[in-house]
């Protein structure tokens, strides 16, 4: 009965229970992912009122993880992907719970915050190659792109309930308990995977019957088969680009929440909630759609509206400090951002072979560590440019620009990349 009401609702992939299982598992741990985030960056602006901080803490968590993501592809390609997202997941959410320990003690200091942001950094190396690897397991491969955009949409639909539950929280009981629910999610995530009975496929079998000398020659094999198919360069490229200079709007959401709308973290939960609505709804719109002709304008297209909407919030905000405004342009960053990064997701898993998936990934992942990196660079920028309600906002609209430049290159310079959907359906066709 379930199977059959989550399968019309959220598609074919839904009717397989070992998929259906790690589905929930994610919602719950992404859901604290996301609170984590919020509540990190809110505490350590409340701590020091520093733009240039909220960038210490996408550094500390981006360095480890940029460092061995790749490593971490490798192992997920070598061991038991379910037992290491197990012990990740574990490691995050006693992690978490020692930040939650120091806020309710009322000792917390912003060392402390960005200190346990680069040890969460260096567990999620290890955690998300293994994440995106074991999931195709899960199901058939004629229901793989359903997969792709569902496991997408709790990424995009999180960005609905999580900051504004933590917002709401915090404004009601204070960060620690954030912190707290933050830290469940992950150990949901644990006990759900490590329930999972999932068989030992042969390249598994084939990864874990080689010495521990091949690791070094499995990293290199990697970054070969990456160089030399130009469609998976040109579209981990553009989600590095991406990442790096247009989600730098994400650290800095507390400045423009507190001192340019004036709205306060309940404020900032509804505006990320908005930018999250219209993720989710781009996200299952495409989902259901499946492989066509122009998939490579939409990665172009959806990547040229991101950079353009960003800007257009960020110099917005510092003109007019119009809240209504601001929703509708987040609203507009969340669907052109979905556009794209569904698009490449759904393509990276479409065409890569089982036995490379995690070092694929791995690299792909460290889109996710490249954010936080993009924040440390726009903080430094707003603390040149001038003051917050000014420095950042210019900061941020110029990541923007740079985005939407960007995103024409691909265009012109890749035919392969124009004609993206007639290759994902020669691929799906075999």
């Not at 399968?7 to 009717?15: C, E, I, T, V, W």
């Not at 903080?379 to 941020?396: M, N, Q, R």
Request: aromatic share 10%; proline share 3%.
């Amino acid at each position: 009965m379930i199977s059959a009401i989550s399968q019309k609702l959220l598609g074919p992939a839904m009717a397989y229970p070992a998929y259906r299982a790690y589905w929930i598992g994610t919602l719950a741990s992404v859901i604290g992912f996301q609170m984590l985030n919020f509540s990190q960056f809110w505490i350590i602006h409340e701590l020091t009122q520093s733009p240039l901080y909220l960038g210490y803490v996408g550094l500390a968590n981006a360095l480890p993880a940029i460092v061995l993501n790749i490593f971490g592809g490798v192992v997920a390609d070598r061991l038991d992907r379910k037992k290491l997202i197990g012990i990740t997941q574990t490691i995050n959410g006693l992690i978490i719970l020692v930040l939650a320990g120091l806020t309710f003690a009322g000792i917390v200091q912003a060392w402390h915050v960005i200190a346990l942001a680069f040890l969460a950094g260096a567990i999620n190396a290890f955690d998300q190659p293994a994440r995106q690897a074991l999931y195709p397991s899960l199901i058939d491969r004629s229901v793989m792109m359903n997969a792709v955009a569902l496991n997408s949409a709790i990424w995009t639909g999180t960005r609905i309930i999580a900051p504004a539950i933590a917002g709401i929280i915090i404004a009601l009981t204070g960060t620690a308990t954030s912190f707290l629910i933050s830290a469940l999610g992950f150990f949901t995530m644990a006990a759900v995977v490590l329930s999972l009975k999932i068989p030992k496929d042969e390249s598994e079998a084939q990864s874990s019957s080689k010495g521990i000398e091949s690791k070094g020659n499995d990293l290199f094999e990697g970054v070969r088969f990456i160089w030399k198919n130009n469609v998976f360069l040109i579209l981990i490229c553009i989600t590095f680009f991406n990442s790096f200079f247009g989600m730098a709007y994400i650290p800095m959401m507390p400045v423009f929440a507190v001192d340019i709308l004036k709205v306060g973290a309940d404020g900032q939960g509804i505006l990320m909630g908005l930018s999250g609505v219209g993720a989710l709804l781009a996200t299952m719109i495409i989902g259901r759609t499946g492989n066509f002709k122009q998939k490579g304008l939409l990665i172009i297209f959806g990547s040229l509206f991101f950079g353009i909407s960003i800007a257009g919030f960020a110099l917005s905000s510092m003109q007019y400090g119009n809240y209504n405004v601001a929703l509708i342009l987040l609203f507009i960053v969340g669907v052109s951002s979905s556009c794209y990064m569904i698009s490449i997701m759904s393509s990276l898993q479409m065409m890569v072979p089982n036995h490379m998936r995690g070092r694929v990934m791995g690299f792909y992942g460290m889109t996710w560590s490249i954010m936080p990196l993009g924040g440390m660079f726009a903080g430094s920028l707003a603390k040149y440019i001038g003051e917050d309600s000014t420095g950042v906002p210019i900061a941020v609209a110029i990541g923007g620009i740079l985005v939407a430049v960007f995103a024409i290159g691909p265009f012109f310079m890749n035919r392969n990349v124009r004609n993206l959907g007639s290759i994902l359906q020669t691929h799906e066709a075999n």
